[in-house]
């Protein structure tokens, strides 16, 4: 089951998500997740966060969002973006693509975006 949401609405399609997962990555090229309760200023979503997680941002600013389900059985949402690290711990986010994204059910053939999960692409490019 597919459900756009065009990227202007993505601030709506987040209302509902209490917190995200960050994702930035080390020096040492490995993923650094850490929970943190993004809000919206205009177009851009403001997180506070650690030195660690600023230092990451600052030195490879695409980053990514993901918004775990509301519910079971529910879409994840999935939000890339380019960062800017602002004082000490301030992201400021801008986002360049979002998917909804959940396992595909048994016997499923692979979305109309051509992913073999349950996917379905938020704004223009996607996930």
Known sequence: MSIPVAL??????TTDHGFAYLLTVRDDLRAHIVAVTPRWDGETLLMEVGRGTAHNAR???SISLCYPPVQ???YSLIVDG????????T??????GAVLHRPAPAGFDGSSTGCGNDCAPVGHSGG
């Open 8 to 13: 202007p609405d993505l601030a709506a399609a």
């Open 59 to 61: 030195s490879r600013p």
């Open 72 to 74: 079971d059985g529910g």
């Open 82 to 89: 380019d960062a800017e690290v602002v004082g000490d711990s």
């Open 91 to 96: 992201v400021v986010f801008t986002p360049t």
